[in-house]
DNA sequence: TTTAGTGTACAGTTTTAACTTTACGTACTT
DNA sequence: AAGTACGTAAAGTTAAAACTGTACACTAAA
């Protein structure tokens, strides 16, 4: 957190600025798939300083409690934004950040999403065996077989859809969305 | 939200619970999104009923204020995921979901980040260029200017990847990402 | 013009989430 | 074995968001 020293103040102020208007610009972004922009802001100090930091120096750059960085240090690593290392010499646990971020994005939709999908796509189904039972069941009653055919129509569009989802989620896991949509040269 | 009206209290019972759980991941999945959970099963109730309904219907069947139906509905018609129609013979705005959730998902993306990107990508270019005046201010300082150029480089990783995103969103909103991931047939 | 019905702005309340302080368990050092 | 450094759990506090009730503006009918 320290890798300004040595210049002038000047020079300082003039880095800082066009840092902070970067940092800032991330939290927003992360701010977008649900993060907080606090967790964005240390993400963006950790993106832009030379070399793995600590919780120690992380609070005092940040200017908040070990606790807090100690749980947002966390909720990065578990969206494996950033990374452990191990540093000699120290006792301190060392962070540094994935700086992929078309690999932080595909892992996060990965991590944050796929375990929703599939846990809905279960209740669906449940819903969906237990519609079609009860269509067995009163097959005479043509007005609550109509309800029912819609409920089923609406609940398969549903399930068509998160099929889809699951789709798409795979291609960032497996990286061919990189082929659709490839990554800018240079 | 009186649909269900006419059936017995059994039949009743089994449909509610069937819907209920779809209405229950539905919620979940629009809180994935940054919906709230409530507004989501605002959005699943609406999904469910025949035909259109109004505020008060919502509140009745949701318990809650209509105030609160207000700003729900609002937020969804924001996000195009229900529209507002027009019924005869009342003065009650009338609400409907639009059940396409493949559009669904492609508006959300559009409307709530496309804006953000592209300010994301003025702030990121402006930092890029102050880099690059103070590269040119002090191109005689050696330390300096290594730091600059992993400033710029990092600045740069991070607008290609804006581009990237730009393009995914894109692809949404031009419905190209169907030719890539098709939706279901059925 | 008045009157009744409807949606929403606004202020107030409650609930939830973020953050801090304190305290403790673990692991390393001597 | 005792002390020290470190990360984090737990409880407490503060800030933010969700939600409610009231009041008001607007429209349409009488």
Same mark, same amino acid.
């Given at each position: 957190?320290?890798?300004?020293?040595?210049?002038?103040?000047?020079?300082?102020?003039?880095?800082?600025?066009?840092?902070?208007?970067?940092?800032?610009?991330?939290?927003?972004?992360? %701010? @977008?798939?649900? #993060?907080?922009?606090?967790? *964005?802001?240390?993400?963006?100090?950790?993106? &832009?300083?030379?070399? $793995?930091?600590?919780?120690?120096?992380?609070?005092?750059?940040?200017?908040?409690?070990?606790?807090?960085?100690?749980?947002?240090?966390?909720?990065?690593? %578990? @969206?494996?934004? #950033?990374?452990?290392?191990? *540093?000699?010499?120290?006792?301190?646990?060392? &962070?540094?950040?994935? $700086?992929?971020?078309?690999?932080?994005?595909?892992?996060?939709?990965?991590?944050?999403?796929?375990?929703?999908?599939?846990?809905?796509?279960?209740?669906?189904?449940?819903?969906?065996?237990?519609?079609?039972?009860?269509?067995?069941?009163?097959?005479?009653?043509?007005?609550?077989?109509?309800?029912?055919?819609?409920?089923?129509?609406?609940?398969?569009?549903?399930?068509?859809?998160?099929?889809?989802?699951?789709?798409?989620?795979?291609?960032?896991?497996?990286?061919?969305?990189?082929?659709?949509?490839?990554?800018?040269?240079?």
């Amino acid at each position: 957190m320290n890798d300004l020293e040595g210049l002038t103040p000047e020079q300082i102020d003039k880095i800082s600025k066009a840092r902070e208007r970067v940092i800032d610009s991330i939290g927003k972004n992360m %701010d @977008l798939y649900g #993060i907080t922009l606090s967790i *964005g802001h240390l993400y963006g100090y950790m993106y &832009f300083n030379q070399g $793995p930091v600590t919780l120690d120096e992380l609070s005092k750059t940040m200017g908040m409690s070990k606790t807090s960085m100690s749980t947002g240090v966390r909720t990065l690593l %578990d @969206l494996k934004m #950033i990374d452990k290392v191990w *540093g000699r010499g120290t006792r301190k646990d060392l &962070f540094t950040t994935v $700086p992929d971020w078309h690999q932080n994005f595909s892992d996060y939709f990965s991590i944050k999403w796929r375990k929703a999908v599939e846990g809905n796509m279960i209740s669906l189904a449940k819903s969906l065996a237990e519609i079609n039972d009860m269509k067995k069941e009163y097959s005479d009653d043509s007005k609550l077989m109509q309800l029912l055919n819609t409920d089923e129509e609406k609940i398969t569009e549903s399930i068509n859809y998160y099929r889809w989802l699951l789709k798409l989620i795979e291609s960032f896991e497996n990286g061919k969305i990189f082929e659709f949509i490839p990554k800018e040269e240079s």
